[in-house]
Each structure stands twice: as structure tokens, then as C-alpha cells.
């Protein structure tokens, strides 16, 4: 169990059977002694985020999730396919469950698994992933769509914006929670 204090970003925790990870909380102390939490939480099994306010003296469960290291296989019309490294033991997870992690697996990427009650919710993808560039244009002063960035299409399939002297075949570092260019490797 978890005091108020103790939720923090990126803290998993369970409301109603139903795991989370906080996004962002702030603590706000009131009168008396007594303090509120109002956090910003993801729903592990649905992908949706909402708020919540936890008072003073509540105790929270911490979510009982286990990590499974898994490595992506393929991808069909409506699911994601992976395979346990451990046990070699293959599973399917739904597209929209998956969310936007799927414009960074590429076939072979090892990975990070979320299971609730021995089933399989959600992905947790490194922050920075590295990932070739299959498609750009060159980098052309004057005829460019913003200043000093151009569209690059990567080798997941995924369009982002790059710099002017990002050319196919380099490899990229992505932030895989906002789709954003870090640097060049």
C-alpha cells in the first residue's frame, strides 16, 4: 500500500482493479495537515488517461504487474505479434491496445511487457530508440515546409520531421513518447 506522498510520475498503481501509471502528480497541502494529490493517470489496460484526487490518510495499491522481456515479431491486420524470450512462448496484443508504441517496433526489437493477472497490457518502450531513415528528400534551402527541418519517413514507416542534413540510410535516435528527432548516431 502507498500513502499520498508516495505517487509520483511514473508510479504504477491499482484503482478499482484496474491498473495505471501516473503521468504527472502534484501535492498540494491543506489546512490542518491535511493534504490532496492530483494526479494525471494512464489506464494500462484501455490506453485512456484521466484525473484523480487522492486525500490526505487514503492508502493506494500498488498495481501487482509483472515485466515480461519480449521481442517483436510481426505485425497483421489488427494486432501485434511477440515472442517471450524466456519461455519462447508467442502472443498477439491488439493494435489499439499497443497504441502509439507501435510506430518504434521494428521486427526483432527487444522490449518490455506489462501483464496484469498473466495477460498482456501494455508495451514499455526505452525513451530513446534508434532507427534508420528509409525515406527523405534532400535538403533543399528555400523549399523546406518549416525552418531547417524536412519529412523522413523511418523504417517502422513512421513520418517525422528532421534536419536538412539527415539523409536515407542514417541512423536516428527517436523519442518514443512524443515522435520527436533527438540526434544523428
Keep these: 500500500m502507498l500513502k499520498i506522498t508516495q505517487i509520483k510520475t511514473g508510479v504504477l498503481i491499482e484503482v478499482n482493479n484496474v491498473p495505471y501509471q501516473v503521468i504527472s502528480a502534484s501535492y498540494q497541502m491543506l489546512g490542518r495537515g491535511h493534504g490532496m494529490v492530483r494526479a494525471k493517470l494512464k489506464n494500462l489496460q484501455s490506453g485512456a488517461t484521466s484525473e484523480k484526487v487522492f486525500r490526505g490518510g487514503e492508502t493506494i495499491k500498488e498495481a501487482n504487474l509483472t515485466k515480461i522481456k519480449a521481442s517483436y515479431l510481426y505485425h497483421d491486420q489488427s494486432s501485434l505479434h511477440f515472442m517471450e524470450n524466456e519461455t519462447m512462448e508467442q502472443f498477439a496484443m491488439p493494435e489499439n491496445q499497443i497504441g502509439f508504441a507501435k510506430n518504434f ?8 511487457i506489462f501483464s496484469f ?44 520531421q528532421v534536419p536538412l542534413f539527415i539523409k536515407e540510410g542514417d541512423i536516428i535516435k527517436v523519442d518514443t513518447r512524443d515522435g520527436k528527432y533527438i540526434e544523428r548516431t
Excluded: M
Excluded at 530513446?128 to 523522413?152: C, F, Q
Design 105 to 112: 517496433l521494428k521486427e526483432g526489437t527487444e522490449i518490455e
Design 117 to 160: 493477472l498473466d495477460k498482456p497490457i501494455s508495451v514499455n518502450l526505452p525513451i530513446k530508440i534508434e532507427l534508420e531513415v528509409a525515406e527523405t528528400e534532400p535538403g533543399i534551402k528555400g523549399s523546406r515546409e518549416t525552418a531547417g527541418t524536412k519529412k523522413a519517413i523511418l523504417e517502422t514507416g513512421y513520418a517525422i
